[in-house]
């Protein structure tokens, strides 16, 4: 049985007198005696025992930090944090693009403050380290909301199914739609809903609030996203709620030549593009609060109109272009990290001035201001959110006693 940690502090402590005023030939001995008896590495014993010493002549006492010295420090992590949130607290592969694409633009306009030396290692910076520096801002609590999904009308079995596997365009124009609920934990009655919009090519987004999920509000919601797509609508995927398989979407897409489709029941990865993007878009914009008034559907199209430009303009995507399984395991490869408008102009299918367009409208957009006014909205839903909430509260307590 060897000993224990307070005998081994103590044996040190004697030995490192003696091993101090040894010979070169008498250290080797007294090395020898030590690890065996405390039993430790040889190279480990030669620094416990060098310790003091090493600590008079101003070396390391074994209290500092170890390993290579830091390369980034507290002020480089301080801004790597700022831009970490002000794009929306994206992966390490995603920020990194981000951040070489727009950190010279936000330099120029005084929007973060950094010397040379700073913009030089934040340039630098690979994907790895910044996940790393990130790791402890990143603890947050992941929530799961419920489905709405209701089934369709007979129409149905006019709509061709359409799986995941079967996206394979390149062409600009084929979306996928969805609808997320915004209940706040309770079904009850009616409550606004967000309509999403991706197209599977490219990964452009739009979102719209609409009052509940009835057919007519959906509809509209469809045909105003489709006059702000920078290309033409070329088809619609969508589940199998209500909202989408009836008789009027069916009659608009075959009146204007749109591919209409839809997913098989039960079967989330069929709208994968979309359902991406109901979490990482709209709940982390909106939340998981009730909105039932019009109101709180006005500030929330109001907010969803800031936060498209960020999305389509500023923030990098990857898509997935290969998986493969090993064993057990799943493997899966990304293509290089780019944001919507660099797909969009990318894309020989998309006409010259729809380019022309979107390049004078990204090149009057600010990322800060942007940012701040989403944000100010933000609060103001809230807050609008907490006084209908106390409101109702009260109103059911004078209910309850009147019942009494």
Known sequence: MGLVMKERKAVTRETRLRYRKATKKAKKRILDEFTRLAGYNRKYAITLLNREDSARRGGPTGK???GRPRMYAETIVEILVWLWKLFDFMCGK???VAIRTNLEILAHRGDVALDARQKEKLLSISSASIDRLLKAERKRTRLKGRSYTTPGSLLK???PIRTFSDWEENRPGFVEADLVGHDGGS???DFAHTLTVTDVCTGWTEIRAVKNKARKWVFAAL??????LPFP????DSDNGG????AHLVKYCDENSITFTRSRPQRKNDNCYVEQKNGSVVRAIAGYCRYDTDRQVRLLNSIYGEARLLVNFFYPSMKLIEKTRIGSKVKKRYDVPKTP?????????VSAQGKEELMRQQEGLNLVEIKRRMEVKQDQLVKLTASIHKRSQREGQKSRRVAK
């Open 64 to 66: 500092e930090r170890r």
């Open 94 to 96: 995603r920020l990194v």
């Open 157 to 159: 079995h006019q709509i």
């Open 187 to 189: 079904s009850r009655g």
């Open 223 to 228: 045909k105003g996203i489709r006059g702000v």
């Open 233 to 236: 609508l070329q088809g619609i």
């Open 243 to 246: 909202e989408f398989i009836n």
């Open 341 to 349: 408008y660099q797909r969009v102009l990318d894309s020989v299918l």
